[in-house]
């Protein structure tokens, strides 16, 4: 049996990469979250804002863990199976990494364990600068981690000598011209994320009548959080969207489903892709509208992937139902925060059931929207690693078969289908604790801490 | 153009500082967890884990850096080197997130704890076991032509490799019972100065083992120990270590002495650390490419050290300071009345 390792190499990357995502997706915001709690109790010092947040903090510090052995993995996945992509472009994006690990890596690691165990071992204020450190570290991280993304989308500031990339101009490389425009719209997506998730877990204590008080603060806050959001959101996919089309035509003509060229172009809503034909069959469209979104004139130009060789032309089918998911999820939750607000005439957000059941279904829509959104943007990058200049198959490790690939992929899937959801039912069982759960205190001041110490012991095991 | 070559050296002190650090850091906090899979019930089993409990995932992130600064500063080495240890890279980093996990896992989901405790073993048992393989395949060199390794995903598995292997196993275990022995008391700290004493034979095993095998093995490096003045002037190298090795085994014996097993395992790291190092110097690409052949552009260099520069001294400062806060014993009086 033939197996190729240029195939399953990419979906090794895919399956570490989009289980990874999920974790800084949740934890970037939560770490904002736990701040703004912790911000407020210092300055309040009511007490309920350090319940939310030591509730917070118990899901953070799982969600975390998860996120920095996951992450482990991603620098090395460029080493064994992308060494040829690495060979080319390490003197660019290597330094952007490093810095990543510098920067956002350590203020987290270092301040997370004071955020965690040191609530009693350090001053008030100090524990407060702990919890911004941290949520100021993953916000590093994206910027990095992005900045290097972009850079393989839309490179800018580099030369090439002998094949291989070399920087020119540090600011074009890190601010290439997608890189603003990746990093608000990730970014909020990400702060969108965790605002689903408090919604859900919020309207979930609430029907459950035992931490209503709890539940309302974290819905309330958050409902006007997603209310600003959300829209800001919208905009700023628009903008990154227009930016696609500057920089990336190719991949916008995936996502529009349009292989000829028209002006003026249809919006198409739906429609099979039929790649070897280079034709849409059962195409719902709406005449004008593509025009006017994209080009914000009734007669602009959109280019179709027929402009392109055949082997420069990425895949439709997932940048294009992907991004409709993803823009179905924005959809759906505007609406949802658009009757939240509504129904906060008379209080009705904090009672009614049909409010609270849809808060609870909505809570993984930001996760699909992030990798729906993720998907659409990778895959629109096809045939390229460099977007125009290095194709991913150049880029591969040579030295693997596709057998070494096949055994290391399926030791990443059993490992993931473990801890993923051994994670979620860790977490599961965290918030259906609740809130209350905090102030048993198991740490003394001045002793190390011991929150592992406080396990019940097992029956039969006691000295 | 003399300024600019001086990149290389100072990139070549940061990666080597930082190395030994993650070898030191999270090789007692492996270590630690191989004892805890000896560790005799859920109160002792407690206790272990909550002496690295706070620290574990500051010193994983070491890993993270030295691969991207490896990257960064000596691309040629990463792009060689990471593809030809394929299997070991990958086991270690699927043991990592097995025993990464397992902190958070095994407080929280008590149906699960047994599953969670081996994952926790077992788990620092293979990662370190996959990197002993990564430290004998790096010593015996790889199959390169030009830029690319060419040879095969399992060459790295040879009876030297495995060798390592083992020897990273005591030598990391050795590190965990000294960690242990600072931080717990009585029954504990008396197991762990066993389990210390029996992962000291095997490191010195090992370490006797390798430095004979290495000189006969190739031919450079017994040129660089066996020729003359070299002899003489790298003759502290063992003494020191036997004088160590010693020092070591008398502190695990002596009941007062808490610190010295630890850092007495801390300098017989540093020189076989120091050791390996001579041998390949200035390889990094053993026996084919240099630390300057295998440096990335200048200008990378150059806008990475200014950053690295600023920021380590700060992280190693708060990584003190974290330490700073968790000091002392494990007490094994609080939370369970």
């Given at each position: 049996?033939?197996?190729?390792?240029?195939?399953?190499?990419?979906?090794?990357?895919?399956?570490?990469?989009?289980?990874?995502?999920?974790?800084?997706?949740?934890?970037?915001?939560?770490?904002?979250?736990?701040?703004?709690?912790?911000?407020?109790?210092?300055?309040?010092?009511?007490?309920?804002?350090?319940?939310?947040?030591?509730?917070?903090?118990?899901?953070?510090?799982?969600?975390?863990?998860?996120?920095?052995?996951?992450?482990?993995?991603?620098?090395?996945?460029?080493?064994?199976?992308?060494?040829?992509?690495?060979?080319?472009?390490?003197?660019?994006?290597?330094?952007?990494?490093?810095?990543?690990?510098?920067?956002?890596?350590?203020?987290?690691?270092?301040?997370?364990?004071?955020?965690?165990?040191?609530?009693?071992?350090?001053?008030?204020?100090?524990?407060?600068?702990?919890?911004?450190?941290?949520?100021?570290?993953?916000?590093?991280?994206?910027?990095?981690?992005?900045?290097?993304?972009?850079?393989?989308?839309?490179?800018?500031?580099?030369?090439?000598?002998?094949?291989?990339?070399?920087?020119?101009?540090?600011?074009?490389?890190?601010?290439?011209?997608?890189?603003?425009?990746?990093?608000?719209?990730?970014?909020?997506?990400?702060?969108?994320?965790?605002?689903?998730?408090?919604?859900?877990?919020?309207?979930?204590?609430?029907?459950?009548?035992?931490?209503?008080?709890?539940?309302?603060?974290?819905?309330?806050?958050?409902?006007?959080?997603?209310?600003?959001?959300?829209?800001?959101?919208?905009?700023?996919?628009?903008?990154?969207?227009?930016?696609?089309?500057?920089?990336?035509?190719?991949?916008?003509?995936?996502?529009?489903?349009?292989?000829d060229t028209a002006s003026p172009a249809p919006l198409t809503l739906f429609g099979i892709p039929d790649g070897k034909?280079?034709?849409?069959?059962?195409?719902?469209?709406?005449?004008?509208?593509?025009?006017?979104?994209?080009?914000?004139?009734?007669?602009?130009?959109?280019?179709?992937?027929?402009?392109?060789?055949?082997?420069?032309?990425?895949?439709?089918?997932?940048?294009?139902?992907?991004?409709?998911?993803?823009?179905?999820?924005?959809?759906?939750?505007?609406?949802?925060?658009?009757?939240?607000?509504?129904?906060?005439?008379?209080?009705?957000?904090?009672?009614?059931?049909?409010?609270?059941?849809?808060?609870?279904?909505?809570?993984?829509?930001?996760?699909?929207?992030?990798?729906?959104?993720?998907?659409?943007?990778?895959?629109?990058?096809?045939?390229?690693?460099?977007?125009?200049?290095?194709?991913?198959?150049?880029?591969?490790?040579?030295?693997?078969?596709?057998?070494?690939?096949?055994?290391?992929?399926?030791?990443?899937?059993?490992?993931?289908?473990?801890?993923?959801?051994?994670?979620?039912?860790?977490?599961?069982?965290?918030?259906?604790?609740?809130?209350?759960?905090?102030?048993?205190?198991?740490?003394?001041?001045?002793?190390?801490?011991?929150?592992?110490?406080?396990?019940?012991?097992?029956?039969?095991?006691?000295? | 153009?003399?300024?600019?070559?001086?990149?290389?050296?100072?990139?070549?002190?940061?990666?080597?500082?930082?190395?030994?650090?993650?070898?030191?850091?999270?090789?007692?906090?492996?270590?630690?967890?191989?004892?805890?899979?000896?560790?005799?019930?859920?109160?002792?089993?407690?206790?272990?884990?909550?002496?690295?409990?706070?620290?574990?995932?500051?010193?994983?992130?070491?890993?993270?850096?030295?691969?991207?600064?490896?990257?960064?500063?000596?691309?040629?080495?990463?792009?060689?080197?990471?593809?030809?240890?394929?299997?070991?890279?990958?086991?270690?980093?699927?043991?990592?997130?097995?025993?990464?996990?397992?902190?958070?896992?095994?407080?929280?989901?008590?149906?699960?704890?047994?599953?969670?405790?081996?994952?926790?073993?077992?788990?620092?048992?293979?990662?370190?076991?996959?990197?002993?393989?990564?430290?004998?395949?790096?010593?015996?060199?790889?199959?390169?032509?030009?830029?690319?390794?060419?040879?095969?995903?399992?060459?790295?598995?040879?009876?030297?490799?495995?060798?390592?292997?083992?020897?990273?196993?005591?030598?990391?275990?050795?590190?965990?019972?000294?960690?242990?022995?600072?931080?717990?008391?009585?029954?504990?700290?008396?197991?762990?100065?066993?389990?210390?004493?029996?992962?000291?034979?095997?490191?010195?095993?090992?370490?006797?083992?390798?430095?004979?095998?290495?000189?006969?093995?190739?031919?450079?490096?017994?040129?660089?120990?066996?020729?003359?003045?070299?002899?003489?002037?790298?003759?502290?190298?063992?003494?020191?270590?036997?004088?160590?090795?010693?020092?070591?085994?008398?502190?695990?014996?002596?009941?007062?002495?808490?610190?010295?097993?630890?850092?007495?395992?801390?300098?017989?790291?540093?020189?076989?650390?120091?050791?390996?190092?001579?041998?390949?110097?200035?390889?990094?690409?053993?026996?084919?490419?240099?630390?300057?052949?295998?440096?990335?552009?200048?200008?990378?260099?150059?806008?990475?050290?200014?950053?690295?520069?600023?920021?380590?001294?700060?992280?190693?400062?708060?990584?003190?300071?974290?330490?700073?806060?968790?000091?002392?014993?494990?007490?094994?009086?609080?939370?369970?009345?």
């Amino acid at each position: 049996m033939h197996l190729d390792p240029l195939i399953l190499s990419r979906l090794q990357f895919v399956w570490v990469i989009a289980w990874h995502i999920l974790l800084p997706a949740f934890t970037v915001g939560v770490a904002s979250f736990i701040a703004v709690m912790e911000g407020m109790h210092f300055v309040t010092k009511r007490e309920i804002y350090l319940q939310v947040s030591g509730f917070w903090i118990k899901l953070f510090s799982v969600s975390f863990g998860m996120g920095v052995v996951s992450g482990i993995i991603m620098p090395f996945q460029f080493g064994t199976n992308w060494s040829r992509f690495s060979d080319a472009t390490a003197n660019v994006v290597a330094p952007l990494l490093a810095y990543e690990g510098l920067t956002a890596f350590f203020l987290e690691a270092a301040f997370l364990g004071v955020l965690l165990f040191g609530r009693n071992l350090v001053p008030r204020w100090a524990h407060f600068v702990a919890a911004l450190m941290v949520a100021f570290g993953t916000l590093f991280s994206s910027f990095w981690i992005l900045a290097v993304n972009s850079w393989m989308q839309t490179p800018a500031g580099y030369e090439v000598v002998d094949g291989r990339f070399f920087p020119a101009d540090w600011w074009q490389v890190i601010f290439n011209p997608s890189f603003p425009y990746r990093l608000a719209h990730t970014v909020c997506g990400f702060y969108i994320t965790t605002g689903f998730v408090v919604l859900g877990v919020a309207a979930w204590l609430i029907r459950r009548r035992t931490f209503v008080v709890e539940g309302r603060l974290m819905l309330s806050t958050t409902l006007w959080l997603l209310l600003a959001l959300v829209p800001l959101q919208i905009v700023l996919g628009d903008l990154h969207g227009l930016n696609t089309l500057e920089h990336q035509p190719a991949k916008l003509a995936a996502i529009e489903g349009r292989y000829d060229t028209a002006s003026p172009a249809p919006l198409t809503l739906f429609g099979i892709p039929d790649g070897k034909n280079a034709v849409m069959h059962n195409e719902v469209a709406v005449p004008w509208l593509g025009s006017l979104l994209l080009t914000h004139s009734l007669r602009g130009e959109i280019k179709g992937l027929k402009d392109w060789p055949v082997d420069q032309r990425p895949p439709v089918g997932p940048p294009f139902f992907a991004f409709r998911i993803m823009v179905g999820c924005g959809l759906l939750m505007l609406a949802l925060v658009i009757w939240g607000t509504v129904l906060r005439r008379g209080d009705r957000f904090v009672t009614s059931v049909a409010f609270l059941r849809s808060c609870q279904g909505a809570s993984i829509l930001g996760f699909v929207a992030v990798l729906a959104g993720w998907t659409t943007t990778e895959v629109g990058r096809q045939p390229w690693t460099v977007y125009g200049l290095m194709r991913t198959a150049d880029s591969v490790t040579p030295s693997l078969t596709g057998w070494d690939v096949l055994v290391t992929f399926i030791g990443y899937i059993l490992v993931y289908l473990i801890i993923y959801p051994g994670g979620l039912w860790v977490m599961a069982k965290i918030v259906r604790h609740g809130p209350a759960a905090l102030g048993d205190a198991t740490i003394e001041s001045g002793r190390p801490m011991q929150p592992v110490a406080a396990l019940p012991l097992a029956e039969g095991s006691a000295p | 153009m003399t300024f600019v070559q001086s990149f290389v050296p100072i990139w070549t002190v940061i990666l080597a500082v930082g190395v030994f650090l993650y070898v030191l850091l999270d090789g007692f906090d492996l270590g630690v967890g191989m004892l805890y899979g000896l560790a005799p019930d859920t109160r002792s089993r407690n206790l272990v884990m909550s002496s690295i409990a706070p620290v574990w995932d500051g010193n994983e992130t070491w890993l993270i850096l030295g691969g991207v600064a490896l990257l960064a500063a000596f691309p040629l080495a990463f792009v060689i080197v990471i593809p030809a240890v394929y299997f070991p890279v990958a086991i270690m980093l699927l043991a990592l997130v097995f025993r990464g996990v397992a902190f958070e896992f095994r407080y929280r989901d008590a149906a699960h704890r047994t599953f969670w405790d081996h994952g926790f073993a077992y788990g620092s048992i293979v990662a370190t076991f996959a990197q002993g393989v990564v430290l004998g395949a790096f010593i015996q060199g790889f199959k390169i032509d030009g830029r690319q390794f060419v040879g095969t995903s399992l060459d790295c598995f040879t009876p030297f490799s495995i060798l390592t292997g083992i020897a990273l196993v005591f030598g990391y275990g050795l590190l965990g019972a000294g960690w242990l022995i600072m931080k717990l008391e009585g029954d504990l700290q008396r197991a762990a100065r066993r389990h210390g004493r029996w992962c000291l034979i095997g490191v010195l095993a090992c370490i006797a083992t390798v430095s004979i095998w290495t000189p006969l093995a190739q031919a450079q490096i017994a040129e660089r120990w066996f020729s003359w003045p070299n002899t003489a002037l790298l003759l502290p190298i063992p003494i020191v270590t036997a004088l160590l090795a010693w020092t070591v085994w008398r502190s695990l014996d002596h009941a007062a002495s808490s610190f010295g097993p630890f850092l007495g395992t801390v300098g017989l790291f540093l020189m076989s650390y120091l050791g390996i190092a001579i041998s390949l110097w200035p390889m990094i690409v053993p026996y084919r490419y240099t630390l300057w052949e295998a440096a990335s552009s200048p200008k990378s260099q150059a806008f990475l050290l200014v950053g690295t520069l600023i920021l380590l001294p700060v992280i190693l400062l708060y990584t003190s300071w974290s330490y700073w806060v968790f000091r002392g014993k494990v007490r094994a009086d609080i939370g369970y009345h």
